[in-house]
């Protein structure tokens, strides 16, 4: 019959399960973060293709194919070692599900490039393409992010989440400007559009700032303080495209020096992210080998046969004497059932901390959610499809001058007072 | 290399393993269930044996603790077979840690028995100690209720485990009540605290009325309904004792009216926890078999050789043509890439949903957590143990005539201003 011991034990077991799955799930993160990288530089030499009638580029495509190949491989690899028999990721479920999705998005990417080889795809079209793709990635980040069990690892996840998809954000901030400067006009539309990408892009930053490590965060702060001329430039062209009178002449040769320092920034953005990525590693490695310890220590325990009157102390009120430091299961091979139920008490309180902590990291992925479940209600209400959905709730947010979330939250508010979905 | 539909499979199988999980997890309430109510009545044996000198209950109490001996065999068995080396469990840890918790508590039940044998415990301190082995046993069924995967059974879940609460804590009004009987006199303190458990008791139900089925709810509302006589006789009972002036002498004859009427009520109650934990053991059986169903579709399906047109269907809307329906599986064994893509998606959109629709059920599990955390945080910065946190909040509820859930975040959100620990 198994004692309390036993289950102390389990219960450390399954943290260390836990955190396996989480170095895993972080290697995935990060092979998923140079193949988004590959491919929004695959995105940005495909516009400049298009944008050329096919007349340039194509070298440094076809190069760029020939990386993204290689990570592509590498991913699927990484898909194949989860153990998709075992479910013991906690939401294994979701990541899968999500893991399917982009599988689809991979296995369309040849025939894609075919269709922008012979130019049959507009360079609208073929950005929107990469978008969704990437998206598909960016949602197994994100579910590696809310799943997470441990709360310092999930910080950096949520960092590291908001930092991929504010650097995703500047990729179509990259691409919406080429195309307004390829245009050779200013339209309202297109400038629009980039404002909100650069809204968006800020307040991605801003999460990553609040979740990263102070080392991380001045890193970013760092480079981007660095390259300031580069900086400055960025945000006079930024001015230029933002500002112009709508259907009023663009500059088209401003076209390459806007590709220039947008690739400078996002190239920037990878070299932090590529730090957070194995940072992120370490710690998972350094939380696993934390916790093996500490399972070793509880295994060593050699519990002395329980007396009555020392059992008895079940029932009366325990000495908090190491609330907050660390457990004493390493000071002691044999304890008496007395200390036995300090530590079960102890792990307890842990875990509900954790857990406490826990909610506190995964509300700040609400947002993402929340306009999830808006388009979700407007799919559902107004029979819309993803995209229009989702276009709908952009238009709406820009017509109203509100940020996408508040947006979001109006759309859900009303939620009972919406009409019955046309069918 | 694994495709899109090895992941959607992967995915579905996670989901029937959380299921079979449930399953075993509904199993494990329910045997708590069962020992929970044999320590109400063993319970309230011992405090009428003690309250009689021990010349009276001698027997019963004896056969009680008999068929108790017998539902504790049964959950260390229940506790054996859950499979302590894997993980599989989304909040295995915490689950396992309440259970070690358990286990010593049961180990000390002999040695409290043996000092209420000899009369050496009081009733008041051997009540408090059942107290504390009950609240033990519904931490397990907490953490049931909190790390379900599956909206419906967490539902079920929470109505459950707020009725076992409600349950207990119409017990401890019928210990508290028949302690104010036995004394023969009343005290305002103790009058206070019974007015508490009603109000305890009385929202506890509320809960479960929300969460449960409405077959269920109208299943206790009858009941209660059933029996206007003795509810009757039960608010008698509960006037004259909360009423009574402070100090002033109560009949020590009603004492076995109240404790009979408490009990009548309890053992209805018990009858429908046991509908509650049949239909929730049903309730697995049948989403198992729902999601074994669509699994095997799902692996029936043999996807034609995908064609580059149908690939690009990814870059393409999808029309949510059965966004609310039910999956499409069963209706092909053979797929083009373009439905197992809508599976896919419909696979998403579900989870999604599932998510959603969790974290609303687990939000009524708040009221509970919050008071764990104040509790923690008293602990922490006033050095208190857990029974003195516990009895602090309940205090300041009292004395401000507040509900403990507004005391608790009362004290959460003053933490800031909190004085260090003193140590």
Known sequence: MKSGLNFLIAAKRCEIDALRQLSLTSALVNVTGRLVHGLQRERGLTNLFLGSQ????????????????????????????????????????????????????????????ERIDTQVW???DTTEAF????????????????????????????????????KEFAGQERAAGSALFASG?????????????????????????EFASDELATLWATADRDTVDARAELERLRRVLCTAAD??????????????????????????????????????????????????AFE???????????????????????VSGTSPAQAYGVQLDRSILDLVQDQARRLQ????????VRASLNERKLVERAKGLLMAHRNLSEA??????????????????????????????LPERRR
């Open 300 to 322: 060593g325990i050699h519990p002395v046969a329980v007396q009555p009157d020392d059992a008895l102390s079940f029932f009366h009120d325990p000495v908090p004497d190491h």
């Open 185 to 209: 006009r200013a339209d309202s539309a297109g400038q629009q559009r980039l404002l909100h990408l650069i809204d968006s892009q800020e307040r991605c930053l801003q999460v990553f700032k």
């Open 388 to 417: 229009e959905a989702h276009k709908t709730l952009r238009q709406m947010a820009m017509n109203q001058n509100r940020r996408l979330i508040d947006v979001a939250e109006a759309v859900l508010s009303m939620a009972e007072v």
């Open 54 to 113: 096919g007349t340039r580029f194509a070298e440094p495509r076809r190069q760029q194919i020939t990386e993204c190949q290689a990570t592509e491989a590498e991913l699927r690899r990484c898909f194949d070692s989860l153990d998709t028999q075992a479910a013991h990721l906690g939401h294994g479920a979701r990541l899968f599900s999500r893991i399917a999705y982009v599988l689809h998005g991979l296995d369309a990417l040849p025939a894609l490039r």
């Open 247 to 296: 259907g009023s002449p663009l500059d088209a040769n401003q076209s390459q020096p806007w590709f220039d320092c947008c690739s400078l920034r996002m190239d920037r953005m990878k070299t932090v992210e590529d730090r957070l990525a194995d940072s992120l590693q370490r710690l998972c490695e350094h939380k696993t080998q934390a916790a093996l310890t500490e399972l070793l």
């Open 353 to 360: 901390a954790v857990s406490d902590e826990l909610d506190t």
């Open 131 to 166: 978008v969704r793709l990437i998206a598909g990635l960016l949602a197994v980040v994100f579910e590696a992010a809310d799943s997470a069990s441990d709360p310092a690892i999930s910080r950096q996840l949520v960092a590291l989440f908001n930092f991929m998809q504010g």
């Open 122 to 124: 507009t360079a609208r």
